[in-house]
Nanobody, 128 residues
Framework: QVHLVQSGGGSVQAGGSLRLSCAVF????????MAWFRQDPGKQREGVAG???????MYTDSVKGRFTISQDNAKNTLYLQMDSLKPSDTSMYYCAEDPTCMMTVLGGIPGYQHFRYWGQGTQVTVSS
């Protein structure tokens, strides 16, 4: 059984930093494509950052230069470093696995429908 277990997040003032972690259990992490999404109440889940199995990273425009996605294959863990946070970054964040590595075909983060396994979500709140 595959599980993605998230940690990190919380509350921070604008301009601050947070790091999210996503530990993968149930399969060997290396060779998979992963991403971080965020979702506000009543809105569709939005892809924030993705990392392909060849190491390529991709970001939605609103977080470029501020967020960094990375992975530690030895620890089977995905990370999202979030710097220069803004109140508009406030959201519930989720990690997810892209089983067909569609992001390598698209050159961007595919829609949430392409993702198979999801973390439980973690809240990030940025105050002004």
């Amino acid at each position: 059984q595959v599980h993605l277990v998230q940690s990190g997040g919380g509350s921070v003032q604008a301009g601050g930093s947070l790091r999210l972690s996503c530990a993968v259990f149930g399969y060997t992490y290396s060779g998979y494509c992963m991403a971080w999404f965020r979702q506000d109440p009543g809105k569709q889940r939005e892809g924030v950052a993705g990392i392909a199995n060849d190491g390529r990273t991709m970001y939605t425009d609103s977080v470029k230069g501020r967020f960094t996605i990375s992975q530690d294959n030895a620890k089977n863990t995905l990370y999202l470093q979030m710097d220069s946070l803004k109140p508009s970054d406030t959201s519930m964040y989720y990690c997810a696995e892209d089983p067909t590595c569609m992001m390598t075909v698209l050159g961007g983060i595919p829609g949430y429908q392409h993702f198979r396994y999801w973390g439980q979500g973690t809240q990030v709140t940025v105050s002004s």
